[in-house]
């Protein structure tokens, strides 16, 4: 009777079937569920050098600390989306490089839409339409858990009279334990000659002879015309399974796609964006043009892959403040010589001092919140199950802005 | 505290005043009588200048997911164009689809209060309002987009009684926190998805005609007295002939009101030597014959810009037009989609140049400027910067006819807009992009400048050159504080989102839960937006009234 259903926010299915009631959260079998709403509140001192301090206290110090930083960072992953509009706001007024941690990863997806476009559908679509599915690169269910019963397993579609069959293409050895009509191994270093080979085939371009990384032509050519057949084809992967050289893997797979609608329907469907990267990639574009990556120091909004590479600047040592955020991740700050203040959720331990440290709710478990989902359309709501003091990130970002207006 | 705009001339078509000089007092955010004596705490010396409520614009793309990708496809846009943040603004970016605080500001510094976003997809519909809240300065509100959405399909091919499908609509304006009901390409987007590339008003799709759709959803928004009314994107967008499936829209509405919007990409025969020909005058003729209609342009700019539409049969046809060569097409959720393509609108070349002329050629030949609204589809015709030259060419016939000159020739030739000699008068365009758009949202305080009316002034220093004139207006008050001076931000107010909230059986949501749990991927609790999610980002929602037609 007093069971609410509410929305796991610990990885980008953001499914919302969970049962919260008095005893705890009913995570639908889901081990990262079941870890993450497990998760430990210990921690809630807020530091300053390593003493504890009362909030407002931390906040000015890392107010101050900004303030005087000639070239401040903000990265991290895990806030929801009111923490990641501020963050944002206090990025613009601290004139900080933000950009979300790992953000690389999710360049191999957005870079192509920035180039060349792209062709993808929604959860509901390809669980609804899809009666061909081809999975990319590796077992997307590690990150992923229940992405099978989400978008393969739907036991009432609106289209289709059977289930999808499924394809695989990527590594032997992180195949996904589904049983596929078709799949094609390969090591992962060779996943962009399979997708090139697989659009030549489509093409009517692969010679018959074709030995394409230990596997024969006559293998795409079967796969493609699994995939042309199909009423509504669907390729999905986990752009984590992606190598180095990810981004002209989704080019070639926008080839496949758009060869494909010529005749039959094809969509892709990338899963990326735990932690909410999508609903951080998705405000940075509202609020300054540009998906991540992103230089607010010199006044207007610039975007440089390169330039402004979270990763890049700390191991490079531009940067000479680190504002870190982690509410859903479970990451400590990155080693860097440049004072940091770090944003943690209270069961993160760090393994050294960091020069502020504010303790933070984590969305989803200590408070409300809204999470972005991995097709970045649906954005769900996050409900609060436990009772804690914590701030959240949208609450202390809010406060540093304040502090550094009266500053001024 | 009281202020006064002393010495301004009014135009205020809802109370008939055409240049009136008198002054205007202001307080709490409201237009309040002259107090006695006149006294002001704040006067500001207007010295003959035009003073008009503050722009509506009924139509355009500024927020959502289809946004989004938009910006996100149009890289060179940001990197070319920058806004720095200043002491009270935030920096952004972009021309044809700027990042939202910086769309805010444009808009305010061009005299304009409020902005419509028409087409969010229902499972669109929380992430676009929170993307909202960051949209300062101007009011603003969304339409629904239903018509494709597989639940009202499914409804219409089984017959389900008006009531039921009226019940449905509350229910999902309720839960998105909508303004309007948006319908485009209806049954084509759903088509589309099941592989049929095109789709006219009496082709059957899943026992379906659109024709059945644009009734269905036109009379349920009558009923449950609405005031928008359905606000269609017809089927055929874009194509040559493609006049015959607008009027036949109309003849589906059966009387019930209906809005046409964008019907520039409507309005075309498929005549002449290159089988594409103006006609314009054969759907400005239906809707001055019908009083039940109403329409937006959506004028073609030349140059640069980005489509992002609904409509992805139709944008899936337009890729090969795409400059630069991208574009982006997504299925949405069972309820929608989105296509998105770049397009450079050129003069020298025939269909462009036709298409610019058909256009104007509309806002010439419908007679009733109550019933015909200035938009550019923003920014699928062009971005709304370009409203003031867009003005010009309505107000100004020199100007138009030297920008004709310039068109490709054989568009010259199959255009007769030389012919018409109408100028647009300042009390024509305050009707246009003020008064007209204000009463056909059922916005009661807001297009007006009477007693108890929402301050959203704008103050315009008289020009011959309507372009300059209306680019930048001397004051601009939003909710009676100055927000903007001669383009210069003072302020930077969050804006309100106006919604309905019709009310229905709430007996739907049994058959409703149940689809969302067999077929949906968010359960129907998650789906429902609650207006607190809203007010706790930092919105602030105006309900406005509906008044319902139902029959006992």
Known sequence: VATRAITCPFCALACDDLGAAEAGVDTRGCAKAAAGFARDAGRTEHRVRGKPVPLADAVAAAAALLSQARLPLITGAGADLAGIRALIALADRAGAVIDPWQSMVLRRNFAVTQESGALTATFGEVANRADAILLLGGDPAPDYPRVFERLVDNGTPLFRSTPPSLAYLGPAAAAPRRTMAAAIHLDSNRLLDGVAALHAALAGRLPRDADIAGVPAAAFVELGERLSAAHYGAILWDVRNLADDGKAVVATVLRILRHLNRRTRAVGLPLAGSDNALGFVQALLWQTGWPAQVSLAGGAPEHDPWRFDAARLIAAGEIDALLWVAGLSHSPPPATMAPTVALLAPDIALTGEAAVEIRVGVPGLDHPGTLVRADAVVALPLDAVRKTALPSVAAVAQAIVESLGARA | MITRLAGGRIYDPEHGEQGVARDLYVSDGRIVAAPAGGKADHSYDLGGAIVMAGGIDIHSHLAGGKVNLSRLLMADDHRDELMERGALTRSGSGWTTPSSFATGYRYAAMGYTAAFEPAMVPSNARLAHLEMTDLPMVDKGVYLMLGNDELLLQMLAREAPQEQIDDYIAWMMRATAALGIK????????????????????????????????????????????????????????????????????????????????????????????????????LAEAVNRNPHVTLDVGQIMFGQTVTASGDTMAQYRNRAFASPDKWILMDIECDGGCGIVPFRYRDRQFVNALQWAIGLELFLLVEDPWRIFLTTDHPNGGPFPTYPHLLRLLMDRDFRDANFARLHPAAQKASILPTLKREYSLNEVAMMTRAAPARILGLADRGHLGVGAAADVAVYVEDADRERMFTTPKHVFKDGVEVAREGRILATPSGSTHIVRPEGDDAIEGPLRRFFADHMSVGLDHFRLAPAEIEGAGGHLITQACRPRRRA
């Open chain 2, 183 to 282: 319908t485009v390409n209806p049954g084509g987007i759903s088509a589309f998805k099941s592989n049929l590339r095109d789709l006219d008003i009496t082709d059957t799709t899943h026992g379906v005609t659109p024709r059945r759709v644009v009734n269905a959803l036109a009379r349920a928004v009558y009923e449950l007295g609405v005031p928008h009314p359905l606000h269609i994107h017809c089927n055929n967008l874009g194509l040559p002939g493609n006049i015959e499936t607008t009027l036949a829209t109309i003849a589906a509405a059966e009387g019930f009101p209906i809005h046409l919007t964008h019907a520039q990409f409507h309005s075309y025969g498929r005549e002449g030597d290159r089988r594409f020909s103006s006609a314009a005058a054969r």
